[in-house]
């Protein structure tokens, strides 16, 4: 009776199964799901942090717009190749965008504060959050990163 040959299966763990997922071209999809949904989580965020400032400039409004905006372009490249690679990364560049306009936002608020960058522990504490808006930016950088990597076929 002849030998039956026993293919072995290799099984990946931890990092190397991400390496193989982005070699594959799984990690796109993956990526802009999480670019989705962390753009409507931040973007909630923001809504109440501004809030509490009584949206005192306009310019705090568009964070919070752009929020579902990312959330609906991450779900395109999802499902749909040819968004994924326009739609996406457009959107992902003005978030990022806004992002790194927030920070000068923010610094400018530490700056108005009385003490300016001189009290600038108690303006960090008291005053907007310097380092917030690049939250967003990354949200952004997710996105326009998930418009990089190859699609799976």
Same mark, same amino acid.
């Given at each position: ?7 072995? @299966?290799? !099984? #990946?763990? *931890?990092?190397?199964?991400? %390496?193989?997922? $982005? ?5 796109? =999809? ?31 409004? @568009?964070? !919070? #717009?752009? *929020?579902?905006?990312?959330? %609906?372009?991450? $779900? ?5 190749? =040819? ?71």
């Amino acid at each position: 009776m002849a030998k039956k040959s026993v293919k072995a @299966v290799e !099984v #990946v763990h *931890g990092i190397d199964r991400l %390496v193989r997922n $982005v070699r594959t071209g799984r990690f796109e =999809r993956s990526l802009a799901a999480l670019t989705a949904g962390g753009a409507l989580a931040v973007s909630a965020e923001i809504f109440f942090e501004h809030d509490s400032a009584s949206y005192g400039n306009k310019w705090m409004w @568009v964070p !919070v #717009v752009l *929020g579902p905006i990312g959330a %609906v372009a991450g $779900v395109a490249g999802v499902v749909n190749h =040819r968004a994924a690679k326009t739609v996406l990364p457009l959107v992902s560049a003005t978030i990022v965008a806004n992002g790194l306009q927030g920070v000068w936002f923010h610094g400018r608020g530490i700056k108005q504060k009385p003490g300016g960058w001189k009290n600038f522990r108690y303006n960090m504490e008291m005053g907007p959050p310097l380092m917030a808006p690049l939250l967003v930016t990354l949200v952004g950088g997710m996105g326009l990163l998930a418009a990089i990597l190859r699609r799976e076929k």
